[in-house]
C-alpha cells in the first residue's frame, strides 16, 4: 500500500452479514445478511472500486439483528468468491485466544493469496460475554487486553518460538507455521481496531496499523487524526486513518434529504434505546469522557456507527467533494454503509468514484478543493 500523503482515498464497505441492515429504522432496507447476497455484493463492490470489506462481529441477537453470520468464516467464504478484495474479520478479545485465531488468519491468507485483514474489536456489548460465561472487564482494562491481544497476533506472524509474558496471554514457544504471505508494504495481514476513547487513540498510537473512527464532521477528523498520528510518531511509527460514514447518493440533494429523513422518522425506538443502553458505558466508563457514542444523539445511534455524521448525503458532486476533503485532512480510507447494498454500491462505482478521482488529481497539481458549505 502507498505509504504518501497523496495516495488516493481507499474505500471499504460494512458487509451486510448481520441481519436488520446498517440501520435501526423500519424503513425498507433492499439489503440482505444471506451469503448469496454478498457473495454477489462482494463481486460489485470489487468491480466498483473497493478496496476492502469489514465483517462485522456479533454472536446473538441484539438491537434489531436477529440473525449473524460468524465474522473469520464468512469473510473466507468472501476472499474465495473475489480476486482482489481484502477482507477484514472483526474478533473480540476475550472470546479468541489471539495465537489460535493468528493460526486460522495465517490460513485464510495462504488461501486468499494474501488479503486476509484483522479489526480487533475491544467490546462494547456485555451482555454478549455474560451470555458466554466470560468476564466483563471495564473499559480501559478492555484496551489492555485488546493490545496484549495484537502484540500475540503480530508475534506469531513474525517471529519463530514466539514468546510472550503479559497480564491476559501468555507464549511460551508458540511457532506458527506456515507463517501468513508477506510483501513489501505487508510483514504481516494489516491490524485494524476501532474506538474513540483516550485509550484508544493511545494504543493504536502503540499498535494497530489502522485507526477506525466513527463518523465525525471535519473538526472531528482533523482533531483524531492529529493525536492517533502524534501517539504513533511517538513510537515511530505511522498508524493510517479509517473514516465511517453512511452514504445516501442520489441526483438530486432533496432526494438524498428526504431518504435520510425518512430512516430517521422510521427508526425503531426501542431499538435504538436498547443500543444507546447497552454502549451508553463505552463512553460514560472513560474519565475524560471520549468514548465511541459518548455524545451520539438519537439521531446519530440510528446508525450504529454514527455514519450520518460524516455528511456524505446529496449528489455525486457533494459527496465527492466531501470524501476529498476528508483525505485532504488525513483519512486514507472510507468505510461505507448503505441502504439498498446492490443498487446503491453500483451508483457509488458508476458517479461518485469517478469524481473522486478527478478531484483528487484536480488537488494533487495544486488546483484545491473548494470547501463544502457545511461542516
Do not use: C
Not at 466483563?136 to 497476533?153: G, S
Not at 484508544?200 to 466513527?214: H, I, K, L, Q, T
Not at 446492490?342 to 470547501?371: K, M, N, S
Amino acid at each position: 500500500m502507498p505509504d504518501t500523503p497523496h495516495s488516493p482515498l481507499q474505500f471499504a464497505y460494512w458487509v451486510p452479514n448481520v441481519s436488520g441492515g446498517l440501520v435501526v429504522s423500519d424503513i425498507e432496507q433492499r439489503t440482505d445478511w444471506s451469503y448469496d447476497y454478498n457473495r454477489r455484493l462482494a463481486v460489485l463492490a470489487e468491480d466498483n472500486g473497493f478496496d476492502y470489506a469489514l465483517t462485522q462481529v456479533r454472536y446473538m441477537a441484539s438491537y434489531g439483528a436477529a440473525y449473524q453470520h460468524e465474522s473469520t468464516s464468512f469473510s473466507l467464504a468472501l476472499l474465495l468468491a473475489t480476486q482482489r478484495l481484502k477482507v477484514i474479520a472483526a474478533v473480540h478479545p476475550g472470546l479468541w485466544h489471539p495465537a489460535v485465531l493468528a493460526k486460522l488468519v495465517a490460513t485464510v491468507d495462504h488461501i486468499s493469496g494474501g488479503r486476509a485483514a484483522v479489526n480487533v474489536v475491544s467490546g462494547w456489548f456485555k451482555g454478549e460475554f455474560t451470555a458466554l460465561g466470560e468476564p466483563w472487564l471495564e473499559h480501559d482494562e478492555r484496551y489492555r487486553r485488546a493490545e496484549e491481544f495484537i502484540r500475540v497476533l503480530r508475534a506469531s506472524w513474525t517471529t519463530d518460538d514466539a514468546q510472550f509474558a503479559g497480564d491476559f496471554y501468555r507464549l511460551r514457544g508458540f511457532d506458527l507455521k506456515p507463517k501468513p504471505l508477506t510483501g513489501p508494504d505487508r510483514p504481516h495481514p494489516e491490524i485494524f481496531q476501532g474506538g474513540n476513547s483516550t485509550a484508544a487513540r493511545a494504543m493504536a498510537g502503540r499498535v494497530s496499523d489502522w485507526y477506525f473512527s466513527n463518523g465525525k464532521d471535519f473538526d472531528g477528523v482533523s482533531e483524531q487524526v492529529a493525536e492517533v498520528g502524534a501517539a504513533a510518531a511517538a513510537h515511530g511509527r505511522r498508524v493510517r486513518f479509517g473514516l465511517n460514514g453512511f452514504l445516501i447518493a442520489r441526483d438530486t440533494e432533496a432526494e438524498a434529504r428526504e431518504t435520510l429523513r425518512e430512516v430517521v422518522a422510521k427508526a425503531n425506538p426501542e431499538a435504538v434505546a436498547g443500543f444507546r443502553d447497552a454502549v451508553k458505558q463505552a463512553g460514560s466508563s472513560t474519565g475524560d469522557g471520549k468514548g465511541m457514542w459518548a455524545d451520539s444523539s438519537f439521531e446519530d445511534l440510528v446508525q450504529y456507527n454514527d455514519g450520518f455524521r460524516t455528511k456524505l448525503i446529496g449528489t455525486p458532486e457533494q459527496i465527492a467533494t466531501r470524501l476529498v476533503e476528508y483525505r485532504k485532512r488525513g483519512v486514507d480510507l472510507a468505510l461505507l454503509g448503505f441502504l439498498h447494498y446492490h443498487e446503491e454500491v453500483q451508483y457509488f462505482g458508476t458517479h461518485v468514484l469517478p469524481i473522486v478521482r478527478a478531484l483528487e488529481a484536480d488537488a494533487d497539481r495544486g488546483a484545491g478543493v473548494p470547501e463544502p458549505v457545511t461542516r
